[in-house]
T-cell receptor, first 108, second 113 residues
Framework: RKEVEQDPGPFNVPEGATVAFNCTYSNSASQSFFWYRQDCRKEPKLLMSVYSSGNEDGRFTAQLNRASQYISLLIRDSKLSDSATYLCAMEYGNKLVFGAGTILRVKS | EPEVTQTPSHQVTQMGQEVILRCVPISNHLYFYWYRQILGQKVEFLVSFYNNEISEKSEIFDDQFSVERPDGSNFTLKIRSTKLEDSAMYFC???????????FGDGTRLSIL
């Protein structure tokens, strides 16, 4: 089983839609979880950290489910500028382990 | 907002040549990392560095690779004898501690001919 798995997509959604991504992980020892956004040929940019209690930042909500070993990202009221690849990542030891990313395309 | 900076943005090198990629981490960060991303693939961990020594390295980080923090601000990745398969984007990252989010530089695209 891969350490981190994501649905590659693409998710094609209209502007204003709500879209959700999940990411499953195999290593229960991971302590910290993150969502990054990556635009084509650019660096991963931190979107948000993920906590068991859930956290929200504007239109973005992230959640961690330790029992089922997955994290989720919900984007409300999608904008054209949200089009990107969304990477989940978890800290394991002294490194981040990334998923392969989920492509989101928001269309007008 | 402070950021991680990397130079050069693009490096083209002949196979077998040595290459040095440079990074200036965020100034109060203590942990430093190198990752690479081959085109179309996921971001892969290479090495982490703390307190002037390597704290972890991946299988990719073989004897051809080395890292150094020569002057307290720069953090470099050296590839001694480059291969075609070393062609990738190389990202430097830093964090305040091992559990806090890592912040990435905008990368160096390395092309081996």
């Amino acid at each position: 089983r891969k350490e981190v798995e994501q649905d590659p997509g693409p998710f094609n959604v209209p502007e204003g839609a709500t879209v959700a991504f999940n990411c499953t992980y195999s290593n229960s020892a991971s302590q910290s979880f993150f969502w990054y956004r990556q635009d084509c040929r650019k660096e991963p940019k931190l979107l948000m950290s993920v906590y068991s209690s859930g956290n929200e930042d504007g239109r973005f909500t992230a959640q961690l489910n330790r029992a089922s070993q997955y994290i989720s990202l919900l984007i409300r009221d999608s904008k054209l500028s949200d089009s990107a690849t969304y990477l989940c990542a978890m800290e394991y030891g002294n490194k981040l382990v990334f998923g392969a990313g989920t492509i989101l395309r928001v269309k007008s | 907002e402070p950021e991680v900076t990397q130079t050069p943005s693009h490096q083209v090198t002949q196979m077998g040549q040595e290459v040095i990629l440079r990074c200036v981490p965020i100034s109060n960060h203590l942990y430093f990392y190198w990752y690479r991303q081959i085109l179309g693939q996921k971001v892969e961990f290479l090495v982490s560095f703390y307190n002037n020594e390597i704290s972890e390295k991946s299988e990719i980080f073989d004897d051809q690779f080395s890292v150094e923090r020569p002057d307290g601000s720069n953090f470099t990745l050296k590839i001694r004898s480059t291969k075609l398969e070393d062609s990738a984007m190389y990202f430097c990252a830093s964090s305040w501690d091992g559990y806090q989010p890592q912040h990435f530089g905008d990368g160096t695209r390395l092309s081996i001919l």
